[in-house]
């Protein structure tokens, strides 16, 4: 596997491999082409490793860089691009949870090509009435440590070589287990439906007693207790997938009316490209999407500044974990509109033959509209205004 140096090769290798997943990503969402070759291409392209500490062989490339990544890698293919960002969430896991011979070993693994999937929350249910609960259990046997639980929502574990997956222990505690793919009693399935995304294979996975070896296990209740940046950095890469949805669908609306839209007769003008109010709307797209780049990359470098002050020993307090969660949550309100403004925006600007089934351009509004529903965007706006206003800071998980 190649290793990658600092954050500029990152970003180098992020667009190399942006041009060619482009090629057929429409193609792939259309008839379902699971990306089996990609995904090896990716591994091969030394990405998966980037966020590994450089005390374990890593870049460790700042925050804003891994932000960067999936703006590039989404714009080409959202469903492709999104693939990974479980297994950047529990490096993030990793890093503030793990021992050192944890981190180690596990930073080897992935070092050497493995990647990391998620097994998600469980369906609704009397015993999981939220994504944080559940009844995943790891519960030791006299055969030793066994994982049992059913998940849904676990984007990437169909092609991860690990599965972590969230448990309650023995102790009644939160923990990460990180499973082997290939163990006994693992089985993930494909049952992925979704209209949008529809290649993440977000589907299911059965842990039937998984045998887990007790040093494949993180604290994961000891992060709610202490500040930390692995929640604010889950969600800004939610945040650069949604940029990256908003980035390809506005490119995609000025190429379609360059070179197919005709104007409308009352306009006056010989060609789409001098309707005023096309014009106008372009603009206004435009604007919208380099705004919330620009808040996007604003959350980046914020969460970086935090950490660059905690490797000074200055550690991370309350407040810069709140910091981080509200920049990041800021960044989330405005990829969010950006996405589904510019997937709307793209037929009323285009006109009706862009609806055509053979440009497949309705996948940016699908993709959106999926995407941007992984975490409500509306308790975005009630932390935000919760921080400022009473200065209550914001509770401490994945999707802060």
């Keep these: 596997m190649h290793r990658i140096r600092d954050d500029r090769e990152a970003i180098e290798r992020a667009h190399a491999l942006a041009a060619e997943f482009a090629v057929r990503a429409s193609a792939r969402d259309r008839d379902r082409v699971l990306p089996w070759d990609e995904l090896d291409r990716w591994s091969q392209s030394g ?17 804003a860089t891994l932000a960067e990544m999936f703006v590039i890698l989404c714009k080409a293919d959202p469903a492709l691009g999104q693939i990974p960002q479980n297994h950047f969430g529990v490096l993030g896991v990793l890093r503030e949870a793990g021992s050192g011979e944890q981190k180690r070993r596990l930073y080897g693994e992935v070092l050497s090509g493995a990647r990391l999937g998620n097994a998600g929350p469980e369906r609704k249910s009397a015993t999981s009435p939220t994504i944080a609960d559940g009844t995943t259990r790891l519960v030791q046997t006299p055969e030793g440590l066994r994982l049992t639980g059913r998940r849904y929502y676990s984007t990437g574990a169909l092609f991860a070589h690990r599965v972590p997956c969230r448990a309650i222990d023995d102790a009644g505690h939160a923990v990460q287990v990180w499973a082997r793919r290939d163990a006994p009693g693992l089985t993930v399935i494909d049952d992925w439906s979704s209209f949008g995304q529809r290649t993440t294979a977000s589907g299911s996975v059965v842990f039937d007693a998984v045998p887990i070896d007790p040093d494949d296990v993180l604290p994961l209740w000891r992060l709610a207790e ?42 006056g003008v010989a060609r789409a490209t001098d309707d005023p109010y096309i014009i106008a709307d372009i603009g206004k797209l435009e604007i919208q999407l380099h705004t919330a780049r620009e808040v996007l990359d604003e959350a980046g470098r914020t969460l970086d500044a935090i950490r660059l002050h905690a490797i000074e020993g200055h550690g991370i307090d309350a407040d810069a974990s709140a910091r981080a969660s509200v920049a990041v949550a800021e960044a989330k309100v405005w990829t969010t509109r950006a996405a589904l403004d510019a997937t709307e925006k793209l037929f009323e600007l285009a006109g009706s033959s862009a609806t055509r089934a053979k440009h497949n351009l309705d996948r940016h509004w699908r993709n959106a509209r999926v995407h941007t529903l992984h975490d409500p965007v509306r308790w975005k706006a009630h932390l935000i205004g919760h921080y400022h206003l009473n200065r209550v800071f914001p509770k401490r998980h994945s999707w802060n």
């Design 226 to 267: 202490r500040p930390g940046l692995w929640g604010p950095t889950s969600q800004l890469i939610q945040a650069a997938i949604d940029q990256g949805i908003a980035e390809a669908a506005v490119e995609d609306t000025i190429t379609f009316v360059r070179d197919h839209a005709r104007p409308w007769l009352d306009s």
């Design 47 to 63: 990405l998966g490793a980037v966020t590994v500490p450089r005390e374990y062989g890593g870049a460790d490339v700042s925050l």
